[in-house]
């Protein structure tokens, strides 16, 4: 069975291009670029995994992630981090929130082909 | 060791240093050598004559003999050290060290004076990479371009066969953000560029208005004159290049204006003459609010009044609207201030005028009178709290660097140690830290 991943990043270049690598390893892709309606996205869609950036519009990465695990449906979604903030207090913040997984842009393709699919793996 | 009983010990070190044995130097000096023995262990006082001819014989001027070490550099010293150290016992013999090792002591001081600089520096690019909106957005946008940029490159370099509809998208991607890269990067140089001090320069609204009041030494002379009008707030308004900031400059220029009406530079003048700086009798005097002295005294020039105030405004929020700096009382330009300033005390006792003297923990260690309070702002309203801003106007206390303590207190007056903000500040163990201190701790 196809495993799908939501993006939710508003960079539309960096959304292109991840979904770009996620499609060719045989993921379903589907994208989110508004911080606001993110959560109810993610319930909606239900995916296998959220990459998530921190700043988006309307409302952090920090937020929907504290939403998320805050709600039992998506208390163990796996979630993938993704920001420009590479400060240790963010990632502080991101770990306490309950993150799966924490990257610092610029990432490689390979080590977010490799992060899904550790996150994924039953 | 008192500075003048040093006398003899100088004698002692500029024979050793002449090469001389106390014998030969009596000798020169026409007196006998057990007196010279009694000078030079600091057992006999010595000038007029005695002086000047042991200075003859030793090639010196008599005032090195009588005086040491610049009292500049033992202050300086004092200062420096004492900063560092948090009172060692040693500091007590500063002026024995200045006196014997002059030339290294100089060094020494130069080295502190050199260490303050870069840490006024330091401190400054620090606030501003921490705190600076505009450089957290510059920033965002260099690394999403990246980011993009290589994720884009390593697709076009990896795929083997790439469909020709997905390789022209990421050649444009490519050109694109390389294109974005390029515009980020020349606008982060132009910012630094465009900065005079330590990365200071102005990007933001706050800067812009800042440099503003600042250029104007947070006064209008324009809107001081008799034949001033409420027009001309627009007229300076309009000179800000961002929208923003002619939002926040006119928002000042209203209150300047109306206070103007409500309280003349001359009639302030005249009873500060009589009452000396002190907003609370000032306003009972005067007939008027307390916060409008404030802010009236801050907008007067320092040739004005006795001494210069500073003053700080801030909403309920803690965040500062106002920024008049005050000799050595530094004010942090991004941020919160510090958690103990009475500023923020206010905010919990509205419309209680609180009056602290201040130490301040910076590297000038300064002492600080400081009257604080906090008005609403919003007229009264059935069952809605009322919103509050907090002033507190600060005046430098006359002490001298090298011994100012604070003040025997008054009984209605409380005393405090305070600081810029936790992160520039040194007062490791406060109760009230939420960061640690760049400067302490290093970065």
């Given at each position: 069975m196809v495993k799908h991943v939501l993006i939710i990043e508003d960079e539309p270049n960096i959304v292109e291009a991840l979904s770009f690598i996620l499609s060719r390893d045989g993921w379903a892709v589907s994208l989110h670029a508004d911080g606001n309606d993110a959560v109810e996205a993610v319930q909606r869609k239900r995916p296998d995994l959220v990459i998530l950036d921190v700043m988006l519009p309307n409302k952090s990465g920090f937020d929907i992630l504290k939403d998320l695990r805050d709600n039992a449906d998506t208390q163990e979604l796996p979630v993938l981090m993704l920001t420009a903030r590479g400060q240790n207090k963010d990632r502080v913040m991101a770990e306490k929130l309950g993150v799966s997984r924490f990257m610092t842009k610029p990432f490689s393709n390979a080590d977010i082909l490799s992060a899904v699919q550790e996150l994924t793996l039953c | 060791m008192p500075r003048e009983t040093l006398v003899g010990t100088r004698i002692r070190e500029r024979r050793t240093l002449a090469g001389l044995r106390q014998a030969e130097l009596a000798r020169r000096s026409g007196i006998s050598a057990s007196y010279l023995n009694l000078i030079e262990h600091n057992r006999r006082r010595i000038g007029g004559k005695v002086l000047q001819d042991i200075a003859r014989a030793l090639d010196v001027e008599p005032a090195v003999l009588?005086?040491?070490?610049?009292a500049s550099l033992i202050a300086s010293l004092r200062d420096a050290v004492g900063d560092r150290a948090g009172g060692v016992p040693e500091l007590q013999r500063v002026e024995e060290l200045a006196n014997r090792f002059p030339a290294w002591s100089r060094v020494l001081n130069e080295s502190f004076q050199r260490i303050t600089s870069l840490e006024k520096r330091l401190a400054a690019a620090s606030d501003r990479l921490t705190h600076d909106p505009y450089l957290a957005a510059a920033f965002h946008d260099v690394l999403s371009s990246v980011t993009s940029i290589r994720s884009a490159a390593s697709i076009l370099s990896d795929t083997a066969e790439l469909e020709p509809a997905w390789r022209d998208r990421f050649h444009r991607n490519l050109n694109e953000d390389s294109a974005r890269l390029a515009e980020s990067s020349q606008s982060l140089v132009n910012y630094f560029d465009n900065s005079e001090d330590a990365g200071i320069g102005i990007t933001t609204p706050e800067d812009e208005v800042e440099a503003f009041l600042q250029a104007h030494n947070f006064q209008i002379p324009a809107f001081e004159a008799?034949?001033?009008?409420?027009e001309m707030i627009q007229v300076e308004a309009g000179k800000m290049r961002s929208a923003a900031a002619r939002f926040m400059l006119e928002s000042f220029l209203k209150q300047y204006w109306w206070d103007v009406q409500a309280l003349s530079a001359d009639r302030l003048i005249k009873a500060v003459a009589e009452f000396g700086i002190d907003p609370l009798q000032l306003a009972q005097h005067l007939l008027v609010d307390v916060t409008l002295v404030m802010r009236r005294l801050a907008s007067l020039d320092e040739n004005q009044i006795p001494t210069p105030v500073g003053l700080v405004i801030c909403d309920a929020s803690g965040a500062l609207s106002y920024r008049k700096p005050v000799a050595g009382f530094a004010i942090p330009r991004f941020g919160a201030g510090c958690p103990v300033w009475p500023l923020y005390r206010t905010l919990s006792a509205p419309l209680q005028l609180f009056q602290t003297q201040m130490t301040y923990s910076?590297?000038?260690r300064g002492v600080y009178q400081s009257y604080a309070i906090a008005v609403p702002v919003t007229p009264s309203a059935y069952n809605q709290p009322p919103l509050l801003r907090a002033y507190m106007l600060i005046r430098p206390v006359a002490l001298s660097k090298s011994d100012a303590k604070p003040r025997q207190q008054p009984e209605n007056e409380q005393h405090t140690r305070v600081g810029v903000s936790c992160r520039l500040?040194?007062?490791?163990?406060?109760?009230?830290?939420?960061e640690p201190s760049i400067l302490a701790e290093g970065l």
């Open positions: - | 009588a005086d040491g070490a610049e008799e034949t001033s009008s409420e910076g590297d000038q500040c040194v007062e490791v163990s406060c109760a009230a830290r939420r």
